[in-house]
């Protein structure tokens, strides 16, 4: 949440900030002139805290110098669940590609039989310099693969604290088109 006071009378500055956001892209959700507008802005696609697809309310208020106005933003409920299940899966994957390496190391140096071997014996005996291709390239995916998740948590993070950034931003917009 962020607070700015600026000196525009209510309706001027909430016309002002409309259209601000408009040429931005963003999309009215709502709005109850000149008191409230509720924006969402920036794509699924979004990685940084000013594309991430989030949802910023601004409230409107006369102040003695002329206008309050209370930001808000939050990280859109499809962006999150996205991000959280995405991860989720590349998971799963990352832990099946790891199982399937071991499996098969395991069946190279014990000749047992476990649940991934099939894959080794696909095409007749196998190939031993095939197969430790195999068993290195499902190591490296499962490795590649939680490195991302790492880098998927850390630009989540990264977003969630610094949602605001549009926002104050187009508010500073605001700010400086009041003074020119």
């Known amino acids: 949440m962020f607070e700015r006071a600026i ?3 209510i309706e001027k500055a909430y016309s002002d900030i409309r259209t601000i956001l408009l040429k ?30 989030k949802v910023v309310s601004y409230r409107f208020s006369p102040h003695e110098l002329g ?4 930001g808000c933003s939050s ?39 476990g649940y991934w071997t099939w894959l080794a014996r696909a ?3 196998p190939d031993i310099q095939h197969t430790y291709l195999m068993i290195n390239v499902m190591k490296v995916l499962s490795i590649v693969l939680v490195v991302a998740i790492f880098l998927e948590i850390v630009d989540f993070l990264i977003v969630y604290r610094k949602i605001n950034t549009f926002a104050a931003k187009t508010l500073d917009e605001l700010t400086q088109k009041q003074v020119l």
Not at 24 to 52: C, F, Q
């Open 7 to 9: 000196s525009l009378e």
């Open 24 to 53: 931005k892209g963003s999309t009215i959700i709502s709005e109850e002139p000149p008191r409230h507008i509720l924006i969402k802005h920036g794509s699924l696609r979004g990685i940084s805290p000013r594309s991430a697809k």
């Open 67 to 70: 206008t309050q106005i209370v």
């Open 75 to 113: 990280i859109s409920s499809d962006w999150a669940n996205l991000t959280l299940w995405g991860n989720i899966i590349a998971g799963i994957v990352a832990t099946i590609f790891w199982w399937i390496a071991t499996d098969i190391t395991s069946f190279l140096v014990n000749e047992g039989s």
């Open 123 to 125: 095409f007749g005996y």
